[in-house]
C-alpha cells in the first residue's frame, strides 16, 4: 500500500507538471537544458536501456537510443533497482546536477522506474580519443580503442590506465573483485572498451579528467592478433635502449635476483647487466634472492631505462645479495642505478617526514642521504657524527634535466629496513660541535679578561693623570711663587744698581768695575729664574700650543739679538696627549738652553714634524759642537731628555761633533 500511495502522488505531480509544461522525453532535450533551466524541475518521462547501475555506488546511467543521461536516487530508502541492459521507463523532474542536467524524483523521493523488460545493451558508439575528451560526451555509451598503460587495484577495484590519442583516462570495474581476476597481461597493450564517458569535475562545472565505466571485464577486449605466440627475446639490462638495442615497442624478458619489492608499484632486480628497475602493480610475492623472470617493454627512465612488464614470474627462492660495498662517488654513476650497494659514511643529521626517516650523510668525498620508508624494526639511537654503514637501492638524479648527456648529480638510497643501517663507531668526544662550543667559550674567557685588563690600565691611567695634574699644579704654584718674588727682586735690584751706576763718579774705575760685575750677575740670575720658571711651568691648552710654546721660549733666550732662532713644522699639526706635549717642551727646552748656554751658535732651527702615529721634534745650531760620547752619563739635561723619550715609547737621537753644530731629534709614537 505504502508503494501504491507514492506511485500514485508521483503520477499526480507528473499530470500536474505535464498540464502546465510540455514533458521531456528523451535524454538529448534533458542534457541540452542549461543548469538554471534544468533548476527548475521540468517533468520527465524517459524510456530506454540501463547502460550501467551499481546501488552500492548510487550510480544509475540511462540511453534511449540516441544519446544517454544519469538518474540521481537518494542515499536511503527502499526502492526499484534495475540492473544493466533493463528496458526502463522513468518518471521524475530535472535537476542541475553538478556537471550536467540529471534525473530525480519529486520532493527528494527516488524517480519512479518501471522494468519493462531485458534486453542486449545497445551498440555503443564508437568514439576517437579526441571526441572522448569532449566534455558532452558525458553519459554516453561509448566504443574506444586505447592503449593500456598500467593495471592496478585500489580497494578491490581494477583500474586500467589508458590513452587514446591525446585523451589520458582511466577506465573503472567496481569490485570488490579478486586479485587473480586481474588481466596483468593487457598492460601495454591495445585494447577496446566498452562503456559509459563518465567525468570527474570541480566544484564550478569544469571537466577535469574523464574515465568510462565499465560493467565487466569483457567490456575491455585485447586487440593483440591471436594464435600461436612467441616467447619475447632474453635480453641484458644493459642492453635496453643502445643504439642497436631494445627499444620502446620491442617486448622483451629480463632476468635477475630481486633485491627490493615496493607493493603496488614494482620491484628492483640485479642483473648480469647491472641494477633494474621493473615498473609494475602486478603483486609480485618475490623475496630478496628470489630469481625472477620478467616479461615486457623498456622505457626510458631519470638515469638508466627502466622496464614496464607485462608479467612477471618469481622462478624460485634463493639467499639475498649482498650489497655491494663501494664509496659514495663510485656509486655516482649511472650504472649503478638500482643496484643494492653499502656505503660507510659519517651521519650528520637526521629528520623526520611523511616520505619516512631520512638520514643526511657524509662520504669523504660528498654528501647523500639515506631514506628508510615503512620499516617493523627499531631503528638505533643516532648520534651524529657517528661512523655508520648504510645498505639500500642507489637511486641517482642527474644535474640538468634537458642537456643530452645526463650528469650524474644527487645520490639517494632507499633503505630496505632498519637492518639496512649499522652503527660502526659513535662520534668522538671532541665533536665538531663541542669544538665550537669551547672554542666559543675560550674566546669569552680572553675577552673577559682583557676586558678586566684594559679596565685596571684605564683606572690605573686616570691615577696616573690625576698625580700628572696634581704635580702640574704644584709645579705651576711653585713657578709662579718664583716668578713673583724671586724673578721681581732681582728685577728690582738690577734698576737699583743702573741708579748706583749712574751715581758713581767717573774717576772711580774700581767701583764702575764691580758695579758692573754685580749687573751681570744679576742679570744671570734673572736669566736662570726665568729658565726655571719655564721648567716648571706646566703648558697649560688654554695657554699654548706646543709650537707657540717652543717659539716664546725660544724667543726669551735670545732676546739679545746675538742668536736668530727659526721654527720649521712639516705636516699637519694636531693636538698631542697632555704628557706628549709636555714631555717635547721640556726637551726642547734644554736643547735651546744648552745651545745658548754652552755651544755659542748664531743660528737654531726649531722642527717639528707630524706624521701618521708618530711627532718628532727637532733642534738644530751650527755651534761648536762636543764630542756625545764622551758626555754620556754626564749632565743632568741629555740624562733627563732620554728618560722623558723612554717613559712614552719613544727614541731620542743627538748627533753632534766638535766644530760642526748639534742636532738633538725626539720621536714619540701617537
Known amino acids: 500500500m505504502p508503494a501504491l500511495f507514492q506511485r500514485l502522488s508521483i ?58 543521461g544519469f538518474i540521481e536516487q537518494p542515499l536511503e530508502g527502499s526502492y526499484n533497482w534495475p540492473s544493466a541492459g533493463d528496458r526502463v521507463e522513468v518518471s521524475g523532474i530535472t535537476d542541475q546536477g553538478l556537471f550536467a542536467p540529471v534525473i530525480r524524483g519529486i520532493d527528494g523521493g527516488p524517480a519512479e522506474i518501471r ?14 580519443g579526441l571526441e572522448l575528451a569532449r566534455p558532452e560526451m558525458d553519459c554516453e555509451w561509448v566504443s574506444v580503442e586505447a592503449q593500456v598503460r598500467e593495471v592496478f587495484m585500489n580497494d578491490g577495484d581494477i583500474i586500467f590506465e589508458c590513452q587514446a590519442g591525446p585523451c589520458d583516462f582511466h577506465v573503472l570495474l567496481e569490485g570488490p573483485l579478486p586479485p587473480e581476476s586481474v588481466p596483468w597481461d593487457l598492460a601495454e597493450s591495445p585494447v577496446r572498451i566498452r562503456g559509459v564517458a563518465a567525468t570527474i569535475f570541480n566544484a564550478r562545472r569544469q571537466m577535469t579528467r574523464r574515465f568510462l565505466r565499465v560493467n565487466s571485464l569483457a567490456d ?145 668525498g660528498m654528501i647523500f642521504r639515506g631514506l628508510l620508508a615503512e620499516h617493523d624494526g627499531v631503528l638505533p639511537d643516532f648520534v651524529p657524527g657517528s661512523r655508520i654503514r648504510v645498505s639500500g637501492i642507489a637511486q641517482i638524479t642527474s644535474a640538468g634535466a634537458f642537456a643530452p648527456l645526463q650528469e650524474e648529480d644527487k645520490l639517494l638510497l632507499r633503505l630496505r629496513s632498519a637492518a639496512d643501517i649499522e652503527i660502526i663507531s659513535l662520534p668522538p668526544w671532541w665533536t665538531t660541535r663541542r669544538v665550537v662550543m669551547a672554542a666559543a667559550a675560550i674566546i669569552a674567557a680572553m675577552l673577559a679578561i682583557i676586558a678586566l685588563v684594559r679596565a685596571k ?20 704654584r711653585f713657578a709662579r711663587e718664583i716668578h713673583d718674588s724671586l724673578a721681581q727682586g732681582l728685577t728690582s735690584i738690577s734698576l737699583q744698581l743702573e741708579c748706583v751706576r749712574d751715581d758713581i763718579p767717573p774717576d772711580a774705575a774700581q767701583a764702575r768695575t764691580h758695579l758692573e760685575t754685580a749687573r751681570g750677575l744679576v742679570r744671570d740670575s734673572l736669566r736662570e729664574a726665568r729658565r726655571t720658571v719655564w721648567n716648571l711651568r706646566p703648558l697649560a691648552l688654554g695657554e699654548a700650543d706646543l709650537a707657540t710654546a717652543l717659539q716664546r721660549f725660544a724667543h726669551d733666550l735670545t732676546r739679545d739679538g746675538k742668536v736668530t732662532c727659526s721654527q720649521e713644522i712639516e705636516g699637519t699639526p694636531r693636538p698631542l696627549p697632555a704628557d706628549h706635549e709636555s714631555a717635547l ?24 714634524r707630524f706624521g701618521t702615529g708618530w711627532v718628532t721634534l727637532t733642534v738644530s745650531d751650527n755651534g761648536q759642537g ?45
Open 457 to 476: 690600565r684605564l683606572r690605573e691611567h686616570e691615577t696616573q693623570r690625576r698625580e700628572f695634574e696634581a704635580v702640574l699644579t704644584e709645579r705651576g
Open 220 to 364: 575491455v577486449v585485447s586487440l593483440e592478433a591471436s594464435g600461436v605466440k612467441t616467447e619475447p627475446r632474453l635480453v641484458r639490462a644493459d642492453e635496453l635502449f643502445r643504439l642497436t638495442g631494445a627499444g620502446g615497442e620491442d617486448l622483451v624478458r629480463v632476468r635477475g635476483t630481486a633485491t627490493l619489492t615496493v607493493p603496488g608499484r614494482g620491484l628492483f632486480l640485479r642483473t648480469d647487466g647491472g641494477g633494474l628497475w621493473v615498473q609494475t602493480a602486478q603483486p609480485v610475492e618475490a623475496k630478496p634472492g628470489s630469481p625472477v623472470e620478467v616479461i615486457g617493454w623498456p622505457r626510458a627512465g631519470a638515469m638508466k631505462p627502466i622496464l614496464r612488464a607485462r608479467g612477471a614470474k618469481v622462478l624460485g627462492e634463493g639467499s639475498p645479495p649482498a650489497p655491494l660495498a663501494m664509496k659514495a662517488l663510485e656509486v655516482l654513476n649511472a650504472r649503478h642505478e638500482s643496484e643494492l650497494v653499502s656505503i660507510e659514511a659519517e651521519l650528520l643529521d637526521v629528520f623526520r617526514g611523511e616520505d619516512g626517516t631520512t638520514l643526511e650523510l657524509r662520504d669523504p
Open 626 to 670: 762636543f764630542d756625545v760620547a764622551g758626555r754620556v752619563g754626564q749632565g743632568y739635561g741629555l740624562t733627563g731628555m732620554h728618560e722623558r723619550v723612554a717613559a712614552l715609547g719613544g727614541s731620542l737621537s743627538i748627533d753632534s761633533r766638535p766644530g760642526h753644530g748639534t742636532e738633538v731629534s725626539a720621536t714619540l709614537p701617537t
Open 11 to 68: 503520477a499526480l505531480a507528473m499530470l500536474a507538471c505535464a498540464l502546465a509544461q510540455e514533458t521531456l522525453t528523451t535524454a538529448a532535450a534533458i542534457h541540452g537544458l542549461a543548469p538554471e533551466e534544468a533548476a527548475k524541475g521540468l517533468p520527465v518521462k524517459l524510456e530506454g536501456v540501463i547502460t550501467f547501475a551499481n546501488k552500492s555506488a548510487m550510480t544509475l546511467f540511462i540511453h534511449d537510443g540516441k544519446s544517454g
Open 585 to 608: 717642551l721640556r726637551i726642547g727646552q734644554e736643547a735651546l738652553t744648552n745651545a745658548i748656554r754652552h755651544a755659542a751658535p748664531n743660528r737654531i732651527v726649531v722642527r717639528l
Open 115 to 128: 522494468v519493462l523488460g531485458h534486453d542486449a545493451l545497445p551498440e555503443p558508439k564508437p568514439v576517437s
